[in-house]
């Protein structure tokens, strides 16, 4: 039994961040019931980001909507509001994503919901928070990052801005909401007392950045500072960051200069590098050390420097990490004759939930819906 069997989850909110935090319920049992637009459903459903589709579906989709069961409601019609009421009477859980305001036009925002099912926990992410200037802006996780100073962290100096390759703002606020929903639950499990989790886009942003924000309140507001080669963190001290070698890259962690020189067996680094700071000669050490990896392999390197306690790791590849990373790795990645799975990132008494094969096809279970929780199946048609 999963600790979250029992629980229905009905989820308003489409694209990522919501649909992310669903997903994660759903992994620790959680039925998760998916409210579509019946014209076309989810964006999800149409955002490929390759050429492969399943079932007519982008493999985004299905990757996180993987278990779920779909019926499709038109919101703005009486049909279509009162079934939603239907279903939030029975669920334990309400997920939505919807710009500040517009859940409660269509008759769904939390006072309401929770008229309709006292104690129910409700979840809802934005993209700047539901006040202020930047409320009604479209919360889209590039646009997210760009505001949040994230993309001043990352890539070298002369490199401007850089964005973090993957859909970060999505993925942490859905990680954010779904913290908040299972305390929320562990509360309403004691008390019988609801509550309403609210996120965004941008405060799980400021979250991920919380060691660098804190820092820079702290310390005068002097910004961290991107090094012109192999950056990798703008407050900590050389010889940390990525290096180029003969073959590969070799990222090195925090290792002290004597530490370092010392496994090299260079003494003529030794002696170039006595008395310099790790900080404010980052620049000058950072090209003393990467002359010397630049004359071997990134492998060699990994091999020679691990085996005296020098923390550092050659940057694989995804096949790469594949091949090497073993249970944690191969447990989770699926592979699959027609779509590849991700299993849950978390095993609970050494068992990882067993990841559902797809997404659901649009309103597949809008009949089954209709008839369990007793709205008019014209409602499920669209």
């Known amino acids: 039994m999963r600790p ?53 579906d982008s493999t985004l989709f299905h990757a996180i909507n993987r278990g779920k069961e779909s019926l499709t409601l038109d919101l703005k019609s009486i049909d279509g509001q009162q079934a939603a009421q239907r279903l939030v009477a029975g669920a334990d859980v309400v997920i939505q994503n919807f710009r500040p305001g517009v859940i409660d036009r269509l008759g769904l925002g939390y006072e309401a919901a929770q008229a309709l099912r006292p104690g129910l926990v409700y979840g809802s992410i934005s993209g700047y928070g539901e006040t202020g200037d930047w409320a009604g802006l479209p919360g889209q ?35 954010c909401l779904a913290q908040g929903l299972l305390a929320a639950l562990f509360r309403q499990a004691r008390s019988g007392v609801g509550a309403h989790v609210q996120t965004s886009l941008l405060e ?59 496994a090299l ?11 310099m700071d790790g900080f404010a000669d980052r620049e000058a050490i950072r090209a003393a050390v990467q002359a010397v990896f630049a004359t071997g392999r990134a492998a060699d390197w990994e091999a020679e420097l691990a085996a005296k306690g020098i923390w550092c790791a050659r940057v694989r590849t995804w096949e790469d990490m594949i091949a090497e990373g073993g249970p944690a790795v191969t447990g989770m990645l699926r592979p699959g004759a027609e779509l590849a799975r991700v299993a849950a990132p978390f095993r609970l ?34």
């Open 265 to 275: 067996g260079r003494p003529a680094l030794t002696a170039e590098l006595d008395g």
């Open 204 to 262: 799980a942003l400021i979250d991920l950045q919380f060691e660098f924000l804190t820092t820079w309140m702290s310390n005068g507001q002097t910004p961290p500072r991107r090094m012109r080669q192999g950056s990798a963190h703008g407050y900590l001290a050389a010889p940390y960051g990525v290096y180029d070698t003969a073959e590969g890259w070799l990222a090195l962690a925090m290792t002290p200069l004597p530490v370092l020189t010392e």
């Open 141 to 175: 996780d590039l646009l997210a990052q760009a505001r949040s100073g994230l993309m001043w962290l990352s890539g070298d100096r002369g490199q401007g801005p850089v964005p973090v390759g993957l859909p970060v703002a999505d993925i942490a606020a859905g990680a």
């Open 4 to 56: 979250l069997d029992g629980v229905t989850v009905v989820d308003f909110s489409q694209f990522l961040a919501g649909p992310y935090a669903a997903l994660r319920l759903l992994d620790l049992g959680a039925r998760v019931i998916k409210v579509e637009n019946p014209d076309r459903g989810d964006l999800c459903r149409h955002h490929y980001v390759s050429a492969t589709r399943v079932e007519g």
């Open 349 to 382: 008494d050494g068992q990882r939930p067993e990841p559902a094969r797809r997404g659901p096809a649009l309103n597949e279970h809008g009949q089954k819906l209709a008839a369990e929780f007793g709205f008019s199946a014209a409602a499920a048609t669209g």
